[in-house]
């Protein structure tokens, strides 16, 4: 296994940007809008709406989440049957997930067109993870993201820390292709010899590249300071595959990661 991979892809959302308080933000006007709320959320919605974000993959489930907890369901059943739970409401308020998708990218849209600023500082970048990336883009090292937000707010939000990448490195939701198979585009790309590691914050997607015969020599790696739980890191810990990975680990040389 080589020591310094020839492609390194990063989820974007849970490993590189905390922007839960900016996730909340959009899906509070997006619940609000779509079921005509017009009280501001209660104290309790937010710290539950954080803890359960592990169960979002893409941004149309945001404001479900909080259609969940408003109608009375748990954390504990969120957690254990969202799936489930999200096509029941989308079912019970005849709602099209591409709509409601369109909705949360909108009033993004409107938040950065009218008070960017404000957007911006919704969002936190973990610690010296911009550092580890400057030093990554520096180096032999091809640097890709690969990610269900949409490309455009990711380019915005690194722009503003100075930091500038190609439209061919960033796979936001735009490119309508899921991560496994973006990554065995890289790997017919770059060769089967080329050594990729991916790293991401959900341990279910990390499972569906392990599931890709193609995608065998993918190093994978599961950001313990990102959007999981605390089962998932010990069945990360105890994979054959995925390696469990710390931000100390990950700010260090590759040689520090496995």
């Known amino acids: 296994m080589s020591v310094i991979p020839r492609v390194l892809a990063l989820d974007f959302d849970g490993v590189i940007c905390d922007g839960l308080k900016e996730y909340f933000q959009t899906a509070w006007k997006a619940y609000a809008q779509i079921w005509q709320v ?44 969202w799936t489930a739970i999200a096509a029941q409401i989308v079912t019970d308020n005849h709602l099209k997930p591409l709509e409601v998708g369109a909705i949360v990218d ?29 030093s990554v883009l520096s180096s032999s090292t091809d640097f890709v993201i690969i990610s269900t937000k949409e490309g455009r707010f990711i380019k915005q939000l690194l722009h503003q820390q100075g930091i500038e990448l190609r439209p061919e490195q960033v796979y936001g939701k735009e490119s309508k292709r899921p991560k496994p198979q973006v990554l065995s585009e890289l790997r017919q790309a770059y060769g089967e010899t080329a050594s990729i590691w991916f790293v991401e914050d959900r341990l279910k997607t990390l499972e569906a590249v392990e599931k890709q015969e193609t995608l065998t020599q993918v190093e994978l790696f599961l950001a313990d300071w990102g959007y999981n739980t605390a089962s998932e890191r010990q069945q990360a810990k105890e994979s054959d595959r995925v390696h469990l990975l710390s931000l100390a680990q990950f700010s260090q040389d590759f040689s520090a990661w496995i």
């Open 106 to 134: 909108t009033i993004r849209d409107q938040l950065i067109a009218t008070d960017l600023e404000s957007w911006l500082a919704e969002h936190e970048f973990y610690p010296r993870v911009l550092e580890r990336l400057r």
């Open 38 to 81: 017009t009280a501001p959320p209660d104290a309790t919605i937010a710290p539950a709406f954080y803890r359960l974000r592990p169960v979002v993959e893409t941004g149309w489930e945001m404001p479900l989440v909080i259609r969940a907890l408003a109608t009375g369901i748990t954390e504990a059943e969120i957690f254990q049957n």
